[in-house]
C-alpha cells in the first residue's frame, strides 16, 4: 500500500508564510502527478497546484504569484510554499498522488489525510 503523509501547516497571521510538505512511502514504482487540493468550511475542495514528474506546474488563479509547488522525485516528496497568505486561504489541505506500486503498475490515486492551514490575527 501507499501512504502519503503532509506535514507543516498550522495558524499564521495575515501576510505571513507556510511551507507544505508531503511525502510518499510504500510500494512505490513511481510517481505521475503530485498535487494540493484545499477544502474550505462550507466550500467543495478545489485543486490548488499540481506538478507533473517532469516539473510541469498548473495553479488555481486565486493562488498564482502567491503559492510554489515543488518536488523531489528521489524523496517522493512534494511541496507547497505559500506567501502573502490571507484569511481566504484558511482550509484543510490535502496532497494528492498519481501511484505506479510494484505490485499494481496501473496508475492509483492516493489522498493525505489532510493538515489545516489558518489564517488569522
Known amino acids: 500500500q501507499v501512504q502519503l503523509v503532509e506535514s507543516g501547516g498550522g495558524l499564521v497571521q495575515p501576510g505571513g508564510s507556510l511551507r507544505l510538505s508531503c511525502a510518499a512511502s510504500?510500494?512505490?514504482?513511481?510517481?505521475?502527478?503530485m498535487g494540493w487540493y484545499r477544502q474550505a468550511p462550507g466550500k467543495e475542495r478545489e485543486l490548488v497546484a499540481d506538478?507533473?514528474?517532469?516539473?510541469?506546474?498548473n495553479y488555481a488563479d486565486s493562488v498564482k504569484g502567491r503559492f510554489t509547488i515543488s518536488r523531489d522525485n528521489a524523496k517522493n516528496t512534494v511541496y507547497l510554499q505559500m506567501n502573502s497568505l490571507n484569511p481566504e486561504d484558511t482550509a484543510v489541505y490535502y496532497c494528492?498522488?498519481?501511484?505506479?506500486?510494484?505490485?499494481?503498475?496501473?496508475?492509483?490515486?492516493?489522498w493525505g489525510q489532510g493538515t489545516q492551514v489558518t489564517v488569522s490575527s
Open positions: 494528492s498522488a498519481e501511484v505506479r506500486t510494484i505490485i499494481r503498475l496501473g496508475l492509483t490515486v492516493y
Open positions: 506538478i507533473t514528474s517532469g516539473g510541469s506546474t
Open positions: 510504500g510500494s512505490i514504482f513511481s510517481i505521475n502527478v
